[in-house]
């Protein structure tokens, strides 16, 4: 079941007003009980400033009768919880119906009491006389009550409030979501042709991000698919001609009377099929490098070695065609990057540079080091490429015209667009003759 952004939202919203709710009524909680101690205490303190006043003149003339009150009437259900003692020595003048004949407490000012089972606040007065003394106690479950009642009255209004508010939070949020569910509207009508990139303009700035990185996504295929319908339109042309020579050649064969005339078909056959085979092996190089599937680890790269290995393979090659292949002495270079994809580079420049280069020629293959990067170059004593046809190489089966060594013309689009990988920069050295020089640059880069 799949997650409601609307309702996590709404939770975590509801959750953080209750935590504030919670927090709000603990703090008040205390505070009412702190300031109803307060008012307790001071009324306390009048009562007996009270009961000081009224029965000063008695106290003064020593009269140590008992002073009888009336307590058959009950004026309030609190009366039971409040109670006073007026002494005059050891003698009880004057106490409430409540009161107990003991002391209630044997010190002056304030102080808690535990008396016939309850606790009560006890606020002992000194009288004009210095044996006299009043007491005036009052029960902490008053308080207690009070406090509570309080502390409802603020819950109350907040219970009710909760679910309100969560209605309130819950078309609030959806409104907020507004945006959102337009973005999804909008990418959800588009047909996978439409890869044009999504309006920013009336977008809000959280969504920003999102739709700029949709919009990268939407450019990612949209070069994609571009490179796939060149690739085909492209491949579907190169490969049309060898396989109407196979088909020409297969024809002689079938028609040819003459066994030298069978063989030499056949031989031909061979030969266009080596050629397609090639052409695919090539096409399928530049269709694995052109998506987006190189975003694999990279790891250190030592060129120099690579290079020399390269050489060593084509070796064979130039010494049948009588080229000088070699590397230069001190090459050396180390980069990061994709292993098997440089590899591939390295066999371009140097296929091209021995398969153009003729007999007599050579081939130098070098790998230097400088504070801007490495570089690694393939220079050949061959006829070398017209100044102004040198952009058009790397065109994709761009062959140059009067040339008649077979190839694809794929070689140097696949030797730029590795080189494109690991950003690095193609360039022919312009001031290199007579012949050809690749240069690749590749930038320096932390080890």
Known sequence: MKRSLRLRLLLILVALFSLVWVLVTTASYYAAQHEIEELFDAQLAQYARTLQALTQHELEEDEHEQIQLDNSFLGHTYEKKVMFQ??????????????????????????????????????????????????????????????NKISLQVLYPLIIALPLLAIVLWFAVGGGLRPLRALTREVGARSPHELQPLPDNAAPKELAPLVAAINGLLAQLRRALESERRFTADAAHELRTPLAALKMQAQVAQGAVQREERMTAIDNIVTNVDRGTRLVEQLLTLARLDPEVTQKETEAVDLAALAAQVVGEYAPDAIRKGVDLGLEEGSRGQIRGLPEAVRVMLRNLVDNAVKYTPAGGRVDVGVSESHQGVIVSVADSGPGIDPELRERVFNRFYRVVGNEEEGSGLGLSIVQRIAELHQAQVAFDAEYGPGLKVVVRFQSQEP
């Open 86 to 147: 007026v002494w005059n020595g050891p003698t009880l003048v004057l106490h409430s119906g409540t009161a107990p004949d003991r002391p209630m407490s044997d010190l002056f000012g304030f102080t808690d009491r535990d008396i016939d089972g309850a606790t009560w606040r006890v606020f002992a007065l000194p009288g004009a006389k210095e044996a006299a003394a009043i007491q005036v106690a009052e029960r902490y479950d008053v308080r207690e009550e009070l406090v």
